[in-house]
């Protein structure tokens, strides 16, 4: 029966399905596949799998060329010293052109036969000069690739304000949309200094719990609504929806902290 396996070519990259072919494979396995650029160098982070002929797309899928041996690894090793090499140089070409770009980072193929270039800027750059002193230095196949913010975190990794390695860059594949209203839906501060990652740009842990949180939320009542309980009528002030309570200002004055269940009547 042929199987498929999942295949990550680099920290918080996405997962890639392969058929493993005539190999037997395991987690951490290091392996050489198939891919539209040619052989590519990953890792096996999905257990295999039984696979239909045709894959989940309807197009077979590519397959895994061999298990990785000493001289694939001595590749990879020669292939980041080539990616920095790449990217001094590039740094200084960069300087001499005056061009207005961030360049953050340098990959190469696994047969070192294309280098591409991930860089930020505010606006569009003109390259082309670049480009030619870029082919002439190394003789490979050169791309320039202008990425956002929250791709360039996700690439270089760092610690976040929580102390953990951004999670961009540590298991998420993809990014969510993240807004503002989440922070309000999860009853945070609006401060941007403490709701903003170190990209500048909403936290994506701010789309973990708020689905939660959207639901918890369906038991209580909105907040400025009047609503009768055991402790008196008021309006509705806070909400804590982790200990499913909730903050009432009593007409007859004060402020008092009641459960959910402690609500008698809801109305205007």
């Known amino acids: 029966m042929n199987k498929k396996v999942g295949i990550r070519f680099k920290t ?38 039984p696979l ?19 001289k694939d690894l001595k590749q990879v ?21 005056g061009l207005k770009m961030n360049l953050f980072s340098v990959e190469s193929t696994f047969d070192a036969s294309r280098l ?3 860089f930020t800027a505010d606006g569009r750059v003109d390259f082309r000069q670049l480009v030619k002193i870029l082919v002439k230095q190394f003789r490979v196949r050169i791309e320039m690739r202008q990425v956002g913010i929250r791709n360039q975190a996700k690439m270089t990794g760092g610690i ?21 209203r989440m922070a309000k839906q999860q009853g945070l501060s609006l401060n941007p ?10 936290m994506c842990c701010l ?21 009768d309980s055991t402790a008196g009528r008021g309006k509705v002030t806070r909400h804590n929806v982790i200990c499913n309570r909730l903050t009432l200002r009593l007409q007859e004055g004060g402020e008092v902290e009641i459960g959910i269940e402690d609500i008698i009547t809801n109305r205007r």
């Open 12 to 49: 918080g990259g996405k997962i890639y399905d392969f058929s493993c072919g005539a190999f037997v494979l395991n987690l951490g396995d290091q392996v050489i596949v198939e891919t539209e650029k040619g052989l590519g160098f990953g890792t096996v982070e999905t257990a295999p799998e």
């Open 52 to 70: 239909d002929e045709t894959g989940k797309k309807g197009k077979p899928l590519k397959k895994v060329f061999r298990k990785a041996n000493e």
């Open 77 to 97: 090793e020669n292939n980041k010293a080539l990616e920095r090499e790449a990217h001094a140089f590039c740094l200084k070409s960069i300087k001499d052109l």
């Open 116 to 118: 591409t270039f991930f």
């Open 160 to 180: 976040g304000r929580c102390g953990r390695v951004f999670c961009c860059s540590s298991f998420m594949e993809k990014f969510e949309p993240v807004s503002i």
């Open 193 to 202: 200094t403490k709701i903003s990652g170190q990209c500048g740009r909403l």
């Open 207 to 227: 789309t973990f719990e708020n689905e939660t949180y959207r639901q918890l939320k369906q038991r209580f009542p909105k907040i400025g609504k009047m609503v």
